[in-house]
């Protein structure tokens, strides 16, 4: 078992910096998750560290091992590709098992990796099989499998996911939980899916153009975003913004937005003080904008009045696309919820969770205040 760290890692292709002063410590035995939109730079940071692509500053170590100029085959690490990569014109048995051989293991050993694998994954009957005859999913197990079986320090995921639906995505995400757990072993996982990185991670690195946002456990990345840019991308539906100004009146303070103003709790006035006066983002998530009628009773409730757009019916919940004025905006509300498109009706803040953002700081990725 290893841990894993990025020590002032970069990574150039010519004028192009794909990872930027990438400083990360992966404790041993952790699933941590790299997160972002495609481009910013989370696949080439694995890469990186599979020594599939030459780093341009810094170090990566395993363990205590500076890795650098070490060949990728003796890193001792596995790798899982969104591709499965199977060989078709063999068995999922000698699939798993051909890393071994090339090993030259003794043919015990590596009965006994790929039967232990194979019960782990629920492959047991598949190993006579060849890829053509197995589902998107078996398939996904088999390539991870022929990882398990090599039993290396570190497992890489890149994106294994993405080839499978929707119902088999959400049963593979909870199996690699649990091969996780089983296996003790360090998994990094990268993923464009900010759903997967919240069900699975111990911890959650969020990347944007090329550099680290935030690193933090998913509960706290969703409660305490570091600025705009992970408030946005965490959760879903995304958080909502406008564009504001605070104020104070009659020893009152209120976020203003043109067409409708909140206030800010007594007890939050002291921290916003910085920003009285000032041009600020204010960020709300749609599950903490009720229906007066099913509001939680214990929340400091600001009214909005709003016009209905569009409804979704989700089942357990409906979403609802909302206008007041230039402002358009989603809630997550109660599904005994009756409205239509057109509907005018008031919807309730809870001013018990909100963001503000300071773009004076940082135009284009707000800080949180």
Request: hydrophobic share 40%; aromatic share 8%.
């Amino acid at each position: 078992m290893a841990s894993v760290t990025y020590d002032h890692v970069w990574k150039r292709y010519g004028d192009v910096v794909a990872v930027q002063d990438l400083n990360l410590a992966i404790e041993d035995k952790e699933f941590l998750v790299l997160v972002g939109p495609s481009g910013c730079g989370k696949t080439t940071a694995l890469r990186c560290l599979a020594g599939l692509e030459e780093i341009s500053e810094g170090q990566v170590m395993i363990g205590d091992q500076v890795v650098n100029d070490v060949a990728p085959k003796d890193r001792d690490i596995a790798m899982v590709f969104q591709s499965y990569a199977l060989y078709p014109h063999m068995s999922v048995y000698d699939n798993m098992a051909f890393g071994l051989k090339l090993r030259k293991l003794e043919k015990e050993d590596i009965d006994r990796r790929v039967q232990e694998s194979a019960q782990i994954l629920g492959i047991e009957g598949l190993l006579k099989r060849k890829p053509k005859e197995l589902s998107g999913g078996q398939r996904q197990r088999v390539a991870v499998g022929r990882a398990i079986v090599r039993e290396p320090k570190v497992f890489l995921f890149d994106e294994p996911l993405s080839n499978l639906d929707a119902k088999l995505r959400v049963q593979t995400r909870a199996e690699l939980s649990k091969l996780h757990k089983r296996l003790e072993t360090t998994f990094i996982y990268v993923t464009h899916d900010q759903t997967e990185a919240m069900t699975m991670a111990t911890r959650i690195a969020v990347m944007n153009k090329g550099k680290l946002q935030q690193l933090d456990t998913p509960q706290v990345l969703y409660d305490h975003p570091a600025n705009l840019f992970v408030a946005g991308f965490i959760g879903s539906p995304a958080m909502n913004f406008f564009n504001g100004k605070v104020s104070v009146e009659d020893g009152a303070m209120f976020v203003n937005m043109d067409t409708f103003r909140v206030r800010i709790p007594d007890h939050d006035k002291e921290r916003y003080q910085s920003v009285v006066g000032k041009d600020i983002i204010f960020g709300i998530r749609p599950e903490d904008i009720h229906n007066p009628q099913f509001a939680p009773p214990s929340i400091i409730a600001e009214p909005v009045d709003v016009t209905v757009d569009v409804t979704e019916l989700m089942g357990n919940e409906i979403f609802l696309y909302l206008v007041n004025g230039t402002h358009d905006f989603i809630a997550r509300v109660d599904p005994r919820t009756h409205v239509d498109f057109g509907d005018k009706m008031q919807v309730v803040f809870n001013m018990d969770n909100f963001h503000i953002f300071d773009p004076s700081l940082d135009p284009e990725n707000p800080p949180v205040v």
